[in-house]
């Protein structure tokens, strides 16, 4: 049922672009009257492939986002080095900002990227975000 739905909400929302499109059409054939049918609809066409093209570019996720956050969990999920042994460590609480970043980044990589077995940084990542899930002081 749910796909049925998101089939129909798909059908409505090409059937309304139609009509945004139709209308341009209509609205630059009436508003320049010496304009053909055909350079009207190459100027509405064209528009129309740019408009669609920046569309799917914003709505896709590339590699680069997913190792952008990768690399924020990493960074700033990782253990600080503590040099001298006497001092103890510090547990970021988990209001923190970099505490924040991270689950933001670990919500992102959950939802776009795979985890695949092969990719050790993203095991890494993955790993940090279970931490970072269950509350957990990250460093």
Partial sequence: MDSVLSI????????VA???????????????PRLGRFRAGLIVGLGTVVLVAIAINLL?????QCLAHENTVLLRGERVINLR???????????????LKVLESCEFLVEHCPVTAS???????ES???KA???QPLN
Avoid at 8 to 15: G, M
Avoid at 119 to 125: G, K, S
């Fill in 8 to 15: 129909l909400r798909l059908l409505v929302a090409l059937a």
């Fill in 18 to 32: 139609g009509g945004i499109v139709y209308g341009l059409y209509r609205g630059l054939r009436w508003r320049f």
């Fill in 60 to 64: 896709t996720v590339s590699g680069s």
């Fill in 85 to 99: 042994q006497t001092e103890e460590r510090i547990n970021w609480p988990v209001t923190d900002a970099r505490y």
């Fill in 119 to 125: 990719n050790e940084t993203r095991v890494a990542a």
């Fill in 128 to 130: 940090i975000c279970r």
């Fill in 133 to 135: 899930f269950a509350g």
